[in-house]
T-cell receptor
Framework: DADVTQTPRNRITKTGKRIMLECSQTKGHDRMYWYRQDPGLGLRLIYYSFDVKDINKGEISDGYSVSRQAQAKFSLSLESAIPNQTALYFC??????????????FGPGTRLTVL | DQQVKQNSPSLSVQEGRISILNCDYTNSMFDYFLWYKKYPAEGPTFLISISSIKDKNEDGRFTVFLNKSAKHLSLHIVPSQPGDSAVYFCAASARTSGSRLTFGEGTQLTVNP
């Protein structure tokens, strides 16, 4: 079973719609992240959370919001989707106390298309 | 500004030969560097890392070299295999920024049989 899961894996929506992407992890990690990948731009950080009560903006947070419902769950919302939010979205986790420093573990991604 | 840059969008090599993927960075606070590999329809997976106190780290066929004075690192894959064909991302972090990673744009490696 995958340690980091994302739902849905693919989603097509229309401009102006609200959409939520969900991430769950069974790794027991405290830290969770949301990235988007665009061709030629690599992975860019949207939001991150170091524990349930901690939420931080990344480099491209405008137009997005997040919710950390539990240690294992971190959701990304687009309140009013626009076409330039069409991208591949990844959730990731990390654990500062165990394993390799700063190593993040990624989910399989959600391909979002906004028409 | 792009603090981590991978200037080659793509690289093609023959099976059995060496693949060299390059990465440059501008932020002198970066002190830890990672390489990730990504196959289509999958998330990136960790490959190898290096701390700024070292200039080389090796793991099987994969070696990462760090040149701090040039702010440059490279990933060597020897020998290259067709299964190595993937997008490779370079990433960097600084102790002062927690565990946040800054990624490069990625390089598509194709290993031809």
């Amino acid at each position: 079973d995958a340690d980091v899961t994302q739902t849905p894996r693919n989603r097509i929506t229309k401009t102006g719609k609200r959409i939520m992407l969900e991430c769950s992890q069974t790794k027991g990690h405290d830290r969770m992240y949301w990235y988007r990948q665009d061709p030629g731009l690599g992975l860019r950080l949207i939001y991150y959370s170091f524990d349930v009560k901690d939420i931080n903006k990344g480099e491209i947070s405008d137009g997005y919001s997040v919710s950390r419902q539990a240690q294992a769950k971190f959701s990304l919302s687009l309140e009013s989707a626009i076409p330039n939010q069409t991208a591949l979205y990844f959730c990731a986790t990390s654990d500062v106390d165990r394993g390799l420093r700063d190593t993040q573990y990624f989910g399989p991604g959600t391909r979002l298309t906004v028409l | 500004d792009q603090q981590v840059k991978q200037n080659s969008p793509s690289l093609s090599v023959q099976e059995g030969r060496i693949s060299i993927l390059n990465c440059d960075y501008t932020n002198s606070m970066f002190d830890y560097f990672l390489w990730y590999k990504k196959y289509p329809a999958e998330g990136p997976t960790f490959l190898i890392s290096i701390s700024s106190i070292k200039d080389k780290n090796e793991d099987g066929r994969f070696t990462v070299f760090l040149n701090k004075s040039a702010k440059h690192l490279s990933l060597h894959i020897v020998p290259s295999q067709p299964g190595d064909s993937a997008v490779y991302f370079c990433a960097a972090s600084a102790r002062t920024s927690g565990s946040r990673l800054t990624f490069g744009e990625g390089t598509q490696l194709t290993v031809n049989p």
